[in-house]
């Protein structure tokens, strides 16, 4: 049992998701994510002949109904208008995307982006943005768990009312995680099946986290660099819900404190996919034990 979570991805988007959300849109300008954003109008529906402004890289750190704020690597504050017109793309396999157009509600907070925009009434309209489906895969992971979908089996809930409403009155305000474990197992080349040791391992894992109060198990699968992307998305899904039916079926584990499954594919990798030793660490799920640093403190 390993107790760390690789890769910069996660944490963050559990530091983006921190931040206040803003509403309206209008003209926009630099400033401080705490400043407040002065609104007096609408995105424009038409983008046709507008001046082209700057390209804007970085993550999604606040969002409104018609608006996103993106903060740079270096800590730049960008508010963009969001318009009908805009083209918004990711890239991959995620859910079967594979890089068709998307609605202004995948834009969550806490995702990378890579941002064009045009120039309009003394502020940015984005003209295109794009980004990676892995990225989104996390981000919508984190925007659900979060938010503790409780609805999704209202028998357990129904079963289990008076916890589940204790857990979502101490929940509802998350805005980091402390991870207290993080548990892999490992699959053969294009296989999800666990194995005995696998399957002892994930109760073990379950157990762990059930002695601690208020624990939600979060669910990441992954494949090694054998294999195209779309593949090795669909594969690491199937992983990542292998081990999450195991853990609700045989380990006891409650649906509804589990923060909704990903497949990362070959991302974020644990060794060298050049060598057979490294890829063999790399066909992996993570299951991470996280407790809110809220609930901590209480």
């Known amino acids: 049992m390993s107790h760390r979570l690789k890769g910069s991805t996660l944490p963050l988007l559990f530091a983006a998701l921190a931040m206040p959300a803003w509403g309206g849109a209008s ?4 400033g401080s994510a705490l400043d407040p954003i002065t609104v007096t109008g609408s995105a424009p529906t038409d983008l046709t002949g507008l001046e082209e402004g700057p390209k804007i890289e970085g993550f999604i750190s606040a969002r409104g109904a018609e608006t996103m704020q993106v903060t740079g690597e270096d800590g730049s504050v960008t508010p963009i208008l969001v318009s009908p017109s805009t083209d918004i793309k990711s890239s991959g396999g995620f859910l079967g995307l594979n890089r068709t157009k998307l609605g202004a509600d995948s834009l969550l907070n806490g995702l990378p982006v890579t941002v064009e925009t045009l ?3 003394g502020g940015l309209v984005a003209s295109s943005v794009r980004f990676k489906n892995t990225n989104l895969a996390t981000a919508t992971m984190i925007q659900t768990g979060t938010a503790q979908r409780f609805g999704e089996n209202e028998t357990a809930i129904a079963e289990n009312a008076a916890q589940t409403e204790a857990l979502r009155g101490r929940v509802g305000d998350i805005d ?6 993080t548990t892999n197992v490992y699959f053969d080349t294009n296989k999800w099946n666990l194995t005995p040791a696998a399957e002892s391992q994930l109760c073990a894992a379950a ?3 059930q002695a601690m109060d208020n624990a939600l198990l979060l669910v990441v699968g992954y494949t090694d660099a054998v294999g195209d992307e779309d593949y090795n998305q669909v594969l690491s899904e199937r992983r990542a819900g292998k081990v999450v039916n195991h853990l609700q079926q045989k380990c006891g584990w409650a649906p509804y404190r589990m ?3 990903t497949g990362m594919a070959e991302a974020d990798p644990a060794a060298d996919n050049s060598t057979p ?6 066909r992996r799920v993570a299951v991470n034990i996280l407790v809110s640093k809220a609930v901590e403190g209480l």
């Open 176 to 181: 980091q995680y402390n991870i207290r474990g």
């Open 119 to 121: 120039q309009w009434e």
């Open 207 to 209: 157990a762990q986290a």
């Open 27 to 30: 003209a926009q300008q630099q």
């Open 277 to 282: 030793q490294g890829k063999a660490q790399n």
């Open 259 to 261: 923060l909704t499954p």
